[in-house]
Structures are given as structure tokens and as C-alpha cells.
């Protein structure tokens, strides 16, 4: 077993935690010292990715070009890229990426919209750029036909596909069937993994994945990410240590990292229950704001609609299906004459989150 990469996306993924709004010194600071302590790859921008801003999905405070710019300048060692889902991101955003010397894109897609990512593959390495496709939801699929979209994105030209617990609810066993299921189709493919820690598996499961092959892991300063946050940076690298694993990331500079510039961001306390109903639900936070919308109008828990919702579809909460599992819910406690307004104890951001 040989050292992983580290896909540090603490710029990337930990700014949905602040609303979007890493500046561009934020991102030459913090560039700059994980540059330092020799993360081969960084990830910057909006948490959505490309085009994101211009399309309303979340203003972010900078410009993708003034994101760009701060990450050419301040990375000197490392790579550098940024994540695009296309239809959200264009192939401008590739061609403004390349004049800023953008060295990784990273294509984020479910499995049933890959066709928009073969473009994007064929533009990206055509600029030299290292390119990643992040089959997002992979849970929604058996490990048999992720492996064969995985086979495909490489047939074309990925240089590497991604496992993602985008909801935090995949259990070890589970991402270990995927990646191996992957290196089966296809051995020579590089796997990597992007985990969020709703179960409290983040960490868990970078190592089920690195066990079972993989050699990206994405990971975030203190955890910083979307929903319960992602595998945290200082936690993987010290298990990477305590399993005699030699990296050249001293683990005590990271963690002076997290404390001096992302610790002081947090406002999270304890446990959220949402978070962990919706790991355990297999639920992404992206649609939230419809969950909130429709338990506040028919006043029923969103704990409990999540749940309902899922047990229809881990992939898709669209505002009908929502709305009618919601009139049901209200239906059963109106039977069982009692009910509990819990769904007043929630808030969301307004924001869109994906």
C-alpha cells in the first residue's frame, strides 16, 4: 500500500460553510500554506463549481478569474484546479482556466448526465489540464454500473474517477465494493474518493477506500465542508502516519493550519440531527430548501420527511414528490392525534447547495 494523494478542497468544498465568501487573500494565504507543506493537489473556488456565481447558484464573493488568479500566483510546488459541473460551467470557463495555467479540473456528475461531461473531458485535455470525474450520488447505483461509467469516462480520456458519498451515508463495506468493483472493470484506472462525515465515516472511509485501492482522497482542513463536512485533512494524514505510512506532509503543520485559519470559521456546535438523518437517509443537502419549505407548510417534521422522501429516491427530491410525501406525513399524525412542531427548530441557508 503506497502513501495516497491528498485533494485538499478546504478553499472548495469548505466554502459552502461561509456562504461563499473566501476572498482573495483567503485563498493566496491558505494556497500558499498548503503549498507548503507539500499538498500535491488544491482545489479552489466556488463550492459549486465554475459558472456557479454567474448563474445565481450562490454569489460567491470573487470572480472564478480572481480565484484563478490568486491560486496561479501563490501555487508554486503543487497543482492547482477547480471543480465544474457542466451545464452549470461552460467550455469558456476551461479556456479562461488554461490562460491562468490551471493544472486539474475536476467534472462533477451523476452517472445519468455523464454525456455532458465527454466535451468537457475532451476540452480539458486538449488544455493539458489533469482531469477528474466525480460520479456525485454513487450510492445510487450498484457498484457494477458505476464501474462500467467509470470504464467509459476513461475510454475517453478521465485520468481519474471518483466514489462520492455526497450525502455522508455510505458505510465502509460499501465503498470498498465500489473502488474494487472499479479496479475490477478497468485496473489500470486511478480511483479516488470524496467522502462527507454525516455518520461520523468520514475518515472511516477514506481508509476503507485507500485499503481498497484508491490513491486520491479528498479531505478538508478541521472537516470544513458542506452539510456535517468532509473527511478532515489532519485526522486522515495522522492515520495515514499511525499505519507506518510515509508521507512528506508533516501532520502537526496541518494541523496548525486548522487551527490558526479554518478553526476560527466554525460555528457549528454539537450534532445536527438533520445531518445525520440525512446520511443515514442517503440524502444530498441540495435539496434542502424544499424539505424546510414543505415541513413548515404542512408542519410536520423534516427529520421524518426526509426519511419518506428517501425511501422513493436517494437521487431526486423534486418539489411535487415532496410536497405529497409531506401531505402524507401530516396525514398519519393527524391520525395518530398528536403532533410535535420539531420542524420549527430548523433553519437553512437560502442558498442553493449541490
Known sequence: MKYPKILECTLRDG?????????????????????????????????VGLGASERGIGVALETDEIYMKAASESVKKGNWGMFAI?????????????????????????ISDFKKCEKFISSAKNKSMLTYVNFMKSYTVSPSKLAKAAKAAFEIGADAVYVVDSAGGMLPQEVTEYVQAILAECPSLTVGFHGHNNLGLGVGNALAAINAGAEIIDSSLQGFGRSAGNTSTEQIIGCLARMGLEGKIDPIQVM???????????????????????????????????IFEMSQKYKVDPRHLIISVCKEDTCNAPEEMVERHAIELLKIQKAKGHWKPSYKNYHVNEQVIL
Open 256 to 290: 496548525d493550519l486548522g487551527e490558526e485559519l479554518i478553526k476560527p470559521l466554525i460555528n457549528k456546535n454539537g450534532l445536527s440531527s438533520i445531518d445525520t438523518i440525512s446520511g443515514m437517509s442517503l440524502f444530498h443537502s441540495s435539496y434542502m430548501p424544499i
Open 86 to 110: 457542466p451545464g452549470i460551467a461552460n467550455l469558456e470557463h476551461l479556456a479562461l482556466a488554461e490562460d491562468h495555467g490551471m493544472d486539474f479540473v475536476r467534472l462533477g456528475s451523476t
Open 15 to 47: 466554502s459552502y460553510e461561509i456562504d461563499f465568501q473566501f476572498s482573495k487573500n483567503d485563498t493566496v494565504g491558505i494556497c500558499s500554506a498548503l503549498d507548503y507543506c507539500g499538498f500535491e493537489l488544491i482545489e479552489v473556488g466556488h463550492g
